[in-house]
Structures are given as structure tokens and as C-alpha cells.
């Protein structure tokens, strides 16, 4: 994700992502989310978006679409996102600031990726079952998606999303 703002492009899903991602100690959460227990913070995040529609998820729905997604997370949102990662120290061949330029570039493609990801993962909703208040559903929504990893998440990145989430206005 980045910390781009909002848009009127895009998804319901999309907007809520950038809306949430912006919010303070989120994106480091995701992050640590991320590298730590091997989250893909787009389907986090749609869990979460799921929870303000009041929609909770079991295991299984977390299950399938992570098997739905994971051939275009794997086959283009890694690979971009280990390409840039490596750009931060270029080989010495290219200049700095070209070089720079270029890994702004490979951003900008890795996010589109993401959002490509987000619109089909869109097309997939609504998932899980109505009822309840989204505060109670994003808890839920996480606990599905920790018992499909098998992993808890570290506790202090999961404290600051649901609190993010909680305090986060409605749309």
C-alpha cells in the first residue's frame, strides 16, 4: 500500500484501503504484519472492510480467498515489491538519483498491482455472514485469519488496526 490519499477511482473496497492505511501507526503495523507473520495486507484489509460492512468471516472464507488470490499476489505483488526493495541500495552501475527514479517507478506498478489485486478481490463480495457491530466483526475477521495462518499476529500490530478500526470515522 502507500500512503497515497483517497480517490474517486476505484473501488469502495480501494478508498477504505488508502482511508485506513493512512490512519496513524497503521501502515507500520501492516508492515510489521507483513515481514512477521507473512500477511497480505490486501486481504487484511478486506477482512476489515468486511467488518464495516458488518460481515464476519470463518476460517474457511479466509481459506478460499487466500487461494484465490495468492497466484497474482505471488506472480506479480512479491516480485515488484522484492525489486524495489532491492533498489533501495542499487548496484553502483546507475547514477542515485536515476536509479531512484526508477525504484518510484516500480512503486507506482507495485501499487497498481495491489489495487488490480483489491478490485478482483471487490468482485468477490460480500462474503461471510451479516449481523453484529463491525468493531466485533474486525476481531472476528482477524481470529479467522490467524487460525488459517496458524499464527497469532504480534500482538501490538493487531491492538493498533483494531483500534485504528474502531476510531476510524464512518463512510
Excluded at 500500500?1 to 507500520?28: E, I, N
Excluded at 505471488?74 to 515488484?80: E, K, R
Excluded at 512503486?107 to 489495487?115: P, T
Excluded at 451479516?130 to 472476528?140: F, K, L, Q, T, W
Aim: glycine residues 4%; hydrophobic residues 50%; contains cysteine.
Amino acid at each position: 500500500m502507500s500512503d497515497a490519499g483517497p480517490s474517486s477511482q476505484g473501488s469502495a473496497f480501494w478508498r477504505f484501503s488508502l482511508q485506513f492505511y493512512r490512519l496513524p501507526k497503521v501502515a507500520d503495523a501492516c508492515i510489521a504484519l507483513q515481514e512477521e507473520a507473512g500477511v497480505d495486507v490486501n486481504l487484511l484489509l478486506f477482512l476489515l472492510w468486511h467488518a464495516r460492512q458488518r460481515r464476519r468471516l470463518a476460517k474457511a472464507d479466509v481459506t478460499a480467498l487466500e487461494a484465490k488470490i495468492a497466484p497474482w499476489r505471488d506472480a506479480t505483488v512479491i516480485p515488484l515489491r522484492s525489486v524495489r526493495r532491492a533498489l533501495k541500495s542499487p548496484p553502483a552501475l546507475v547514477e542515485p538519483a536515476t536509479a531512484e527514479a526508477f525504484r518510484n517507478r516500480i512503486k507506482a506498478v507495485e501499487l497498481e498491482a495491489e489495487r488490480l489485486q483489491q478490485e478482483a478481490m471487490y468482485v468477490l463480495a460480500p462474503l461471510g455472514v451479516a449481523g453484529g457491530n463491525p468493531d466485533e466483526a474486525a476481531a472476528a475477521n482477524i481470529a479467522a485469519y490467524e487460525e488459517m495462518l496458524v499464527r497469532r499476529f504480534p500482538p501490538a500490530a493487531r491492538e493498533t488496526l483494531l483500534a485504528a478500526f474502531a476510531a476510524m470515522p464512518a463512510a
